[in-house]
Every structure is written in C-alpha cells, then in structure tokens.
C-alpha cells in the first residue's frame, strides 16, 4: 500500500524534479552520515551552496515535499547569500583603494617639480588648478613622494650647472692654455667663449702674458662686445697668476663681474675646458707651428671654423654663428646631392658646403 500511494506521487512529477530529489535524498544520507552520532546535523558551506543551487527553482510547495532537514525558506536564504557573494566578488576593484591618478597628470606634476625646483606641493597643486586640472594638493604630495622627489626646501639649493643655465645668456668664460713651436718656444693662448652660444673669441697669443698685454687684451674684449651690443654681466676664470688685479678691474668698469673658479676644480669652468681639448684635438695636435705669427694665423682659421660651420653638441649641433637651416624636403634635391669640399690650413680643417 505504502509503495502503491509513492508511485501515485511521483506520476505527476517530472525527470527534472525526480533527478533533483534523488539528489537531494543523496546529499541528506551523506550529511547524515558524516553527523551521525553527533545531535544536530550541521551544514558546511559546500553543503549549502551545493543544496542552494540544486533546490532555488523548485516552488516552496515543493520543497515542503521533499522532508528537507531545513526548511524551504533556510535553503532560498542560503541561495541569495550565494548570489550576494558571487556579486560582490566581480564588484570587488582589482586593486584596493581610490583609482589611481592619470598618468599624464602624474607626468605633468613631476614635470613641474623638476622644472622649478623652488615649488613645494601646494604650488604644483595650484598650477594644476589653473590649467583646469581638479586634483586634491595631497594626491599632488602623493605622486612627487612616489617619484622620489625631496619637499621643495630640499629642491633649492643652487648647484654650479643650474647657476650656468640660468645665466648662460649674459656669462663668458676665459682661460689660458700653452702650446709650443718648432723653434722651442712656449707661447700662451688667451681666448674667450660665450656659454649661450658657444662663440670663440681669439684674444691673442704670447710667449710673455704681462699684466700690461693681459690688461689690454681685456680693454679688447670690452670694446668688441660694446661694438656688438651685447650686455655680459660675469666672466668665469680660473685663479691663474698670470691674470692681474687690473684685468678685473677693465671688467668692472664695463659692468662685467668676475667669477673665480675653485682651486683644482676645472669642472667649474668645463665648457672652456671642453673647447681647449677640441682645440688641440682639431688642430694643435695635427699641425706643426713654425712660429707665433704662424700660430695666431692656425687660431684665426679654426675661430672661423668654429664660429661658422663646426656643429656643436652643446646648442642641439647648431653653429655658434649660424642656425641650422631647414631639412631638405624635395625628394629631387636628396637625390642628386652636390657636396663640394673647402679644404682649410692645408686638409687639416674640412667643410662641406652645398654646390652654389
């Protein structure tokens, strides 16, 4: 009878729900028997989920059918449980946190930081501000302590390049050097380069520097730049002996400050240092010099050459007197290059002009 009455149940009910209630009885019988002994059974929370999924699209009716050891409402709260914590999971950011600040800002802010070294956070922060860029000051602070950037009373302290760069367009430097001839004298070159352009000026050349030749030749120097127009403020040498108290004092005068490097520390005065090498390097060290008039011929060529054709690193390789001129473009042009040879102090100096 009792067989009889269990076939007249499961009639109506389908594969589907008949699958799912053999396992469910299946998961009950394993629960129980992990229990057993033990009073209550208790759920693991792969039981439930795995109860939760199976049993969620089954009415409530039912679920109160199927002798569930909890009740049909325990089993669709374990199932929205599930759900929440299966959305919360794909809703949770990758990264903890507030979402990090755009790149480009960050770029800009260090860029504003290296570029004026007196500016503390705040400052970048309302320059920001000003271009239209909204961003809190502490996120400002956040980014120049990720990039390693010291606070700004840190950042400014004057160093000897930065002095240099900024005063580049009113500074000179000048220095002696010492070159020999075939008939064994050793006379000392006196020359100037400005640090803007990096322009040579040639002050001559003697076997004997005296304060009164030194002294003139300073006298020389402030009457071509006056000639000129230009307005130098400084003039960087080094504590040479062969310099008198009167070469400062022309100087003054014309409103030219002098600047003593330290002692032994030619790096403070590297740009004239660098064109000396070149000097020799191009031209010294490849030439046999008869005597001094044959010298300050060779100096004369190679101020030209320096001056007007020579690239240099310094000033992107642009002439000291000359801009660079504008990339060809004809295709024509590139193709059929007409470069001519202009052969200075006997091949030792090259240009190499286009053909007129």
């Not at 010298?295 to 310094?314: D, K, S, V």
């Amino acid at each position: 009878m009792t067989n009889a009455f269990a076939l007249l149940r499961l009639l109506p009910l389908s594969d589907r729900d008949k699958d799912v209630e053999i396992l469910v009885l299946r998961q009950h019988i394993t629960i129980l028997e992990r229990e057993l002994g033990k009073g209550r059974p208790r759920f693991s929370p792969s039981d439930r989920a795995f109860l939760a999924a199976l049993l969620h699209r089954l009415p409530v009716a039912t679920l109160r059918r199927l002798r569930l050891p909890v009740r049909p409402e325990t089993v669709l709260r374990w199932h929205r449980d599930l759900i929440a914590r299966r959305h919360a999971a794909k809703s949770r950011p990758k990264r903890p946190g507030r979402p990090r600040t755009i790149r480009s800002i960050r770029l800009l802010a260090r860029r504003l930081a290296r570029e004026n070294p007196t500016w503390g956070y705040r400052r970048i922060h309302g320059e920001l501000l000003v271009l239209g860029i909204k961003i809190a000051a502490s996120t400002v602070w956040q980014i120049l302590k990720d990039a390693g950037i010291d606070p700004a009373p840190e950042r400014t302290t004057t160093t000897w390049s930065a002095f240099l760069n900024s005063q580049a367009s009113a500074l000179l430097a000048c220095d002696f050097f010492e070159t020999s001839t075939l008939s064994g004298t050793r006379p000392y070159v006196l020359a100037v380069i400005e640090h803007s352009s990096r322009r040579i000026r040639m002050l001559g050349a003697t076997a004997h520097p005296t304060a009164a030749w030194v002294t003139q030749a300073a006298r020389n120097l402030v009457v071509d730049l006056e000639g000129e127009g230009r307005h130098v403020r400084c003039l960087i040498r080094d504590r040479d002996g062969k310099f008198p108290a009167l070469f400062d004092t022309v100087l003054a005068d014309a409103g030219i400050q002098v600047l003593l490097s330290g002692v032994r520390i030619p790096r403070m005065n590297a740009i004239m240092e660098r064109w000396i090498r070149s000097c020799r390097r191009e031209l010294l060290d490849r030439t046999l010099v008869w005597n001094q008039k044959h010298l300050l011929h060779a100096l004369r060529e190679y101020e030209h050459f320096y001056n007007t054709h020579r690239p240099h690193q310094g000033i992107t390789n642009a002439r000291p007197l000359r801009v660079l001129p504008q990339p060809i473009t004809n295709q024509a042009a590139l193709t059929h290059l007409d470069i001519r040879q202009r052969r200075r102090l006997g091949d030792i100096l090259n240009e190499y002009p286009h053909a007129a």
